[in-house]
T-cell receptor, first 115, second 110 residues
Framework: DAGVIQSPRHEVTEMGQEVTLRCKPI?????LFWYRQTMMRGLELLIY????????DSGMPEDRFSAKMPNASFSTLKIQPSEPRDSAVYFC?????????????FGNGTRLTVT | GENVEQHPSTLSVQEGDSAVIKCTYS??????FPWYKQELGKGPQLIID?????GEKKDQRIAVTLNKTAKHFSLHITETQPEDSAVYFC?????????FGQGTELSVKP
C-alpha cells in the first residue's frame, strides 16, 4: 500500500493567492482528517470526513479555509486568500473506522509558506 | 477546553538507557490514547495505542501505561537506539476529537 499521498510537498505563495492542497487516502479507508502543525499550536484538527461527508469542521480557522471530498479517493483543502499566518505543515490522515477512537495513518504533509 | 499536557519537551539519553514520556489529560471520558513518532520531514506514525479498559500494553521495546484515576499515561522505551531519535506525540480522544500533546523531542546519543 502506498499510504496516504499528499501533494505538493512544498508550496510557496504570496499573500492573497489561492492555495490548494491535495490528499489521496489509503484505499478502503472511509475517514479522512486534515491537520495543521505549527510550533506554537502543535497539531490541530481542521476538519474530518466520514464516507466523503464533512462531520466536524469546527477546527477550520475561518471562512478563508474550505475542504472538499468529492469521492473516496481524493480530498482538497483550499485557502483563499492566503495569509502569512497560514504558513504551517498541513497533514492529511485516513482511518479505516469512522470515529476518533482508531489509529490514524498520516501522509508526509505539505509545507506551506505564505510570504 | 479539553487539553493534553506532555512532558518533557526535550529528552536526551545515552544509547541503551530507558526513556519515559508522560502525558496528562483533562477529559475523564477519554477512552483512546495513541502515541505517534514523527521523524524529520515525515508525518506522525502510530507506534502504540491503548484503550481505557487496559492498564498496560507492550510491543517489544515500547510500552504504554494508563492510570485513569489520575488521568495520565506514559510511554516507556527501553534499550534506546539512535534510530529512536524523533519527536513523540501523545494523544487522547476527548471532546469528540483526538487532541495531541505538544510533543517530546527525544535524542539518543551513541
Amino acid at each position: 500500500d502506498a499510504g496516504v499521498i499528499q501533494s505538493p510537498r512544498h508550496e510557496v505563495t504570496e499573500m492573497g493567492q489561492e492555495v490548494t492542497l491535495r490528499c489521496k487516502p489509503i484505499s478502503g479507508h472511509n475517514s479522512l482528517f486534515w491537520y495543521r502543525q505549527t510550533m506554537m499550536r502543535g497539531l490541530e484538527l481542521l476538519i474530518y470526513f466520514n464516507n466523503n461527508v464533512p462531520i466536524d469542521d469546527s477546527g477550520m480557522p475561518e471562512d478563508r479555509f474550505s475542504a472538499k471530498m468529492p469521492n473516496a479517493s481524493f480530498s482538497t483543502l483550499k485557502i483563499q486568500p492566503s495569509e502569512p499566518r497560514d504558513s504551517a505543515v498541513y497533514f492529511c490522515a485516513s482511518s479505516p473506522v469512522g470515529n476518533y477512537n482508531s489509529p490514524l495513518h498520516f501522509g508526509n504533509g505539505t509545507r506551506l509558506t505564505v510570504t | 477546553g479539553e487539553n493534553v499536557e506532555q512532558h518533557p519537551s526535550t529528552l536526551s539519553v545515552q544509547e541503551g538507557d530507558s526513556a519515559v514520556i508522560k502525558c496528562t489529560y483533562s477529559d475523564s471520558a477519554s477512552n483512546y490514547f495513541p502515541w505517534y513518532k514523527q521523524e524529520l520531514g515525515k508525518g506522525p506514525q502510530l507506534i502504540i495505542d491503548i484503550r481505557s479498559n487496559v492498564g498496560e500494553k507492550k510491543d517489544q521495546r515500547i510500552a504504554v501505561t494508563l492510570n485513569k484515576t489520575a488521568k495520565h499515561f506514559s510511554l516507556h522505551i527501553t534499550e534506546t537506539q539512535p534510530e529512536d531519535s524523533a519527536v513523540y506525540f501523545c494523544a487522547a480522544s476527548t471532546g469528540g476529537k483526538l487532541i495531541f500533546g505538544q510533543g517530546t523531542e527525544l535524542s539518543v546519543k551513541p
